[in-house]
């Protein structure tokens, strides 16, 4: 497993930016895959966009595709999320997360064994 720590989160008017960064510790971040997902309050934890351990292949969901991209660098240990365009229905507290199958890419949160803390994102209308 490795340690997580995102940062990044924060209040934000609707069409406006936010960029979440997920920092790693551990030789071994190369190797994962690395995702996010979110939760809403009342609202069960989901998926929102996943990268191979190479950065070749990347995941998203259908409400955000085309508004956030998933990007991460191996030499600094980070995975980094930029949402752009936000919506009101983008506020959730958003979590990274490592998946030691780092060839693939799931979008259910059994594919990763290691998760941050969250940090909260709230886009104001």
């Known amino acids: 497993q490795v340690q997580l720590v995102e940062s990044g989160g924060g209040l934000v008017q609707a069409g406006g930016s936010l960029r979440l960064s997920c920092a790693a510790s551990?030789?071994?971040?190369?190797?994962?895959?690395m995702a996010w997902f979110r939760q809403a309050p009342g609202k069960e934890r989901e998926f929102v966009s996943a990268i191979t351990w190479n950065g070749v292949t990347t995941v998203y969901a259908d409400s955000v595709r085309g508004r956030f991209t998933i990007s991460r660098d191996n030499a600094k240990n980070t995975a980094y999320l930029q949402m752009n365009s936000l919506k009101t229905e983008d506020t959730a507290v958003y979590y990274c997360?490592?998946?030691?199958?780092?060839?693939?890419?799931?979008?259910?949160?059994?594919?990763?064994?290691?998760w941050g803390q969250g940090t909260q994102v709230t886009v104001s209308s």
């Open positions: 997360a490592a998946g030691p199958s780092g060839r693939y890419v799931y979008t259910q949160t059994v594919g990763y064994d290691s």
């Open positions: 551990g030789r071994t971040f190369s190797t994962y895959a």
